[in-house]
Every structure is written in C-alpha cells, then in structure tokens.
C-alpha cells in the first residue's frame, strides 16, 4: 500500500454524511479526532432517508417556479424547515434567518437556476462552520471560473490559499463559484468533489479525503456480485477506465486537480470511520491483483461497415467518424478488421438518430454492407497489472468460455489497463460473475 505522508488533509462531505443533526454529529467527531482534517468542504444536506428529497433538489424546483413568477413559498419552507430542524438539534447559536430570507427573495425574483442551487452548500456551509467552530470561506470569493466556463486555476488556487491559512480549520462550501461575469456558477451535479479536489491542490494537501456513505469502490456492482470485495488501493487511471463504465461514488472530474499533484484520494466511510475505504493513487505495485475491478453496462449498438479494400483506402475512418460528429454523437469504441470497421455507440448517444446516421453513412463511405445490431453490453475488466501480466486475456477469455458466454467485440486500449468486452445484454451478469470468480 502507497504510504500517505503527513501534513493537511481536505475532507469532503457528501449529502448524505451531512443531512441530518446526527450525521452531523459523526461529521464533528472525525473532524475533531485528526487536526491535520483542517480544509472541510461540505455538500449540501442530501437525502436523510430513501424517501426524502435532497436540498439541491428542492432548490431547482424553487428556481422553476420563480423563474415562472410563481410562489415558492411552499417549497421553500421545506427547505428552510431542514436547516433550522438541523441548527435547533445541534443547539447551535446560529440565526440562520437572514440568510434564508435572502436566498428566498432572490428566487422569487427570479434568480438563475445556479444561484438557486448553489444556496444548499452556501448556506449549509456557514451551519457546518459553527458547528466545527471554522471560519466560514463562501466558494464564491475562492472558487473562480474563466469566460469559456472553465475553471481559472491560477485565480482560485491562489484564493483559496490565501484563505486557508495553516493551524486554522476552515469550511468551504462545495458545488460553486463564481462565473467571468460576476455571477454564482455551479460545477455540475455531484460537483462538491470537484471542488473538494481543487482545495487539496490549492493547500498541496497530504490526502483529500471524500467522506460518502460507502467504504469505497466494490470490485464490481454488488447488485450481479453480492460477495464483491472493497478495492483497498486503485489507480487514477484504473478508476478513470472503471468510471467510464458507470461506477458513481465519485464525480468523475475530481480526479483531475488532485492527479495534478499526485494527492491520494481516500474514499471514507461517514458512518463507518474506522474502515480504510478505498484509497486512490498516481501509481500502485499490483503485486499479485492483477485486475482491480469489473464493470459492466447495458445499451450500446454496434453499427459494422464492411468494403473491399477498406484498409487501403484513405481517410475511410476519417468519414466515418464525420458522420457521428456532424450527429452530435460521441463515439466508445472502433474496432477494426482489414476491411471491416465497427462503430460501438451508446444508446443514449444514439437515441432516434440511427436511420440518418446509417443513411450518411451511406453516401459519405459507399461501404458493401453496413448494419446495425443493438443490444450489446459492455464490460471493462481493468488493472495496471495486466501490461506485465502474460496471460491476463486467455484467463478472461477462458473465463467466459467456460461460463458459455459468446463475445462480439474485444477491445484493449493502447493504455494495456483495460480489456473490454462486448456481450449480448442477456448475458452481462453471466459474464460478470465469470470474469470476477477468475480473478477477484
Ligand atoms: N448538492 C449538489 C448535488 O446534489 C452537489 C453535491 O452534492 O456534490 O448535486
């Protein structure tokens, strides 16, 4: 396991560690039992139980209907009824009201629907900063977006380190910050881990711990594996190939300002503390694990062009590929034979555009044949190990032999970390079992 050396660690909270009084309290304990957790960055209260709906939720909703210059009021008492039931449970000696009172207004007159979002992890933040006794950072005088929308690193590195000065704990609310233009912008849905991720880089934290409500990444989904094992150490690139594939525990731009500087992430546990969750990492020895974990999804169409000759023709693929981008739709895979080339789209890219896809097809590459066949499932089977690992695709391949199952397409990127296999949806599960029993 990759030691994680001394010094600050940002610790992120998710919805759920920070939706009720209770959790809460768990949220004080951690923070309080390691003074090196001195950045905290918190989301808005999420759902306290399945049946409840998330602060973030209820302030979209609140934006529609001001935006339609309709009242919010019965919203927005929900919304406030979460905070001031929270502050009252924890005694805090906070008069939330005036900020409340705010934020109402500016919806009801209509605010952009991010401001309105943002007043989750805005005003949560300033609830979280009496709790823990931290100074209060508002996202909006650190976090600074460039005029494209991108993020200004430079501007909010600096920001922010200006603010968090060591030996003192501070709260920064997550999810937003402030657009060219002056106005509150927001990351996109899940975007407390972004920003999680940006403060680490800026106070060149030790870790960057996002604490959720599961004790990190399983090797594979639960739902097909129940026995699935936790991942102990991955890869940013292991977990880049897996969350491509649909696993959601983390948002998966928060990768990106960390890797920078080669911060772990830790994915920890708010209601189980004392498990190590799964610890993400620049570079890991593989030992003997050489597959770190398997993924899996359903929807995906494979449009296969064959033509005589194909391979020698020039800037075929070139065409090819126009056709999908003057769609719109982003392409997963393109596996080519000598002279047969397929295109392996996502159903969602797709939606109602396949008989015009297939049609310009037509008349940009002229091929011999072309047909579509949905239905596939993908499945990524991921580890570092398997560049070094002779034999690693006759394992995987004799796994799902055996397990009768047919595959349609093999894919393993130039990156050696990654097989992928296309199945029929129907046997997805088969597969997934079969490949997690060979190497889990
Ligand atoms: N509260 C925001 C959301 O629900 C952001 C976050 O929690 O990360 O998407």
Redesign the pocket.
């Known amino acids: 396991m990759v030691q994680v050396r001394d010094g600050i660690r940002v610790a992120k909270f998710?919805?759920t560690s920070v939706a009720t009084a209770a959790q809460l309290l768990k949220v004080k304990a951690i923070i309080e039992s390691d003074p090196r957790r001195s950045c905290v960055v918190v989301?808005?209260p999420?759902k306290a139980h399945a049946k409840d709906t998330?602060v973030?939720d209820l302030l979209y909703l609140a934006h529609e209907l001001g935006a339609k210059g309709q009242p919010i009021a019965s919203v927005w008492s929900q919304v406030e009824t979460r905070f001031l039931d929270i502050v009252r449970e924890l005694k805090l000696d906070l008069d939330l009201k005036p900020v409340l009172d705010e934020a109402q207004a500016r919806i009801q007159a209509g605010s952009t629907a991010d401001y309105a979002?943002s007043r989750?992890?805005a005003i949560h933040g300033v609830v979280c900063a009496a709790l823990l006794k931290a100074v209060y950072v508002d996202a909006a005088e650190v976090v600074f977006f460039d005029k494209a929308g991108r993020l200004d690193a430079p501007r909010t590195y600096a920001a922010i380190k200006s603010r968090c000065i060591p030996g003192r704990r501070v709260v920064i609310p997550?999810?937003y910050g402030t657009a060219a233009n002056g106005e509150v912008k927001t990351f996109s849905?899940?975007?407390?881990?972004v920003s999680g991720s940006i403060v680490a880089n800026a106070v060149d934290a030790a870790l960057y711990e996002n604490w959720t409500d599961v004790s990190g990444f399983l090797m594979t989904d639960p739902r097909i594996v129940p026995e699935a094992k936790g991942i102990g150490e991955i890869t940013y690139g292991e977990l880049r190939e897996l969350s491509y594939m649909g696993a959601n525990v983390l948002?998966e731009e928060a990768v990106f300002p960390v890797r920078e500087k080669s911060i772990p992430i830790n994915i920890k546990n708010t209601n189980r503390p004392e498990d190590a969750g799964t610890l993400i990492v620049a570079d890991r020895d593989p030992g003997h694990q050489v597959v770190v974990g398997i993924a899996g999804t359903k929807g995906f169409t494979v449009v296969a062009l064959e033509k005589a000759l194909m391979n020698s023709e020039i800037g075929f693929a070139r065409k090819v590929l126009d056709v999908f981008a003057t769609h719109g739709i982003s392409i997963e895979h393109m596996p080519t034979g000598i002279d047969t080339m397929s295109v392996i789209v996502s159903d969602k890219q797709l939606g109602a555009k396949l008989e015009a896809v297939l049609e310009d097809l037509q008349g940009a590459v002229h091929p011999d044949s072309i047909k579509a066949t949905p239905g596939m499932a993908l499945i990524a089977t991921v580890g570092q190990g398997m560049s070094h690992a002779i034999g690693t695709a006759a394992r995987l391949f004799a796994a799902l032999a055996k397990a009768r199952v047919n595959i349609r397409m093999i894919d393993q990127g130039s990156s050696e970390q990654n097989i992928i296999v296309g199945v029929e949806e129907a046997d997805l599960a088969t597969a997934i079992r079969a490949v997690y029993a060979e190497f889990a």
């Not at 849905?189 to 881990?193: L, Y």
Request: aromatic content about 6%; proline content about 0%.
């Open positions: 998710g919805g989301s808005a999420g998330k973030t979002a989750g992890e997550g999810f849905r899940g975007g407390s881990d948002h």
